[in-house]
T-cell receptor
């Protein structure tokens, strides 16, 4: 499975935009890029996913590099509730299962 | 609507005892996953059920771990002869249509402590 690399931690101020980077230089052409986040003492929750084009939803935006070797999760206005561990995950084709392979993620701290 | 539920929320047991953890997936979801999260290992996949297909057990750490899914809905994860290293949060997730673009919905987890 292709690996992802994320910074261990990031800080943001409330109501400011946050850009969370992810490198996936060994991504294959059919791998999907997913982002999940885990708030303290909760199970992970889906944030967004994409394949080639940039994506927007009510939670965030996903910007995917043209060569697909990196992506950035964008939170447009961070709130205190966005403090969580953010996981960038590649969903690879060719396997018999659709399990999520979690890395260490980025711990986002949001300051008031 | 109702999300994924898990019970119990907390379980404390003694080393060597067997435990059963329960997962109720979202109604209509055909895929069900078990993961566990421990301090030393992060979030790791354990087992995956999809419809009537044979489960993917590739993540189970030892033969003390087993799981079943009855009637394509509720699932039970059983750990026999628990060890202290089994202490972790056990998370269940379900998805509607298992493919590379599907969304997995996670339950709140069961925190298992083995004394």
């Amino acid at each position: 499975d292709a690996k992802t690399t994320q910074p261990n931690s990031m800080e943001s101020n409330e109501e400011e935009p946050v850009h969370l980077p992810c490198n996936h230089s060994t991504i294959s052409g059919t791998d999907y890029i997913h982002w999940y986040r885990q708030l303290p003492s909760q199970g992970p929750e889906y944030v967004i996913h994409g394949l080639t084009s940039n994506v927007n939803n009510r939670m965030a935006s996903l910007a995917i590099a043209e060569d697909r070797k990196s992506s950035t999760l964008i939170l447009h206005r961070a709130t205190l509730r966005d403090a969580a561990v953010y996981y960038c995950i590649l969903r690879a084709s060719g396997g018999a299962t659709n399990k999520l392979i979690f890395g260490t993620g980025t711990l986002l701290a949001v300051q008031p | 609507g109702a999300g994924v539920s898990q019970s119990p929320s907390n379980k404390v047991t003694e080393k060597g005892k067997d435990v059963e953890l329960r997962c109720d997936p979202i109604s209509g979801h055909t895929a069900l996953y078990w993961y566990r999260q421990s301090l030393g290992q992060g979030l790791e996949f354990l087992i995956y059920f999809q419809g009537n297909s044979a489960p993917d057990k590739s993540g189970l750490p030892s033969d003390r771990f087993s799981a079943e899914r009855t009637g394509g809905s509720v699932s039970t994860l059983t750990i026999q002869r628990t060890q202290q290293e089994d202490s972790a949060v056990y998370l269940c997730a379900s998805s509607l249509a298992p493919n590379l673009a599907d969304t997995q919905y996670f339950g709140p987890g069961t925190r298992l402590t083995v004394l």
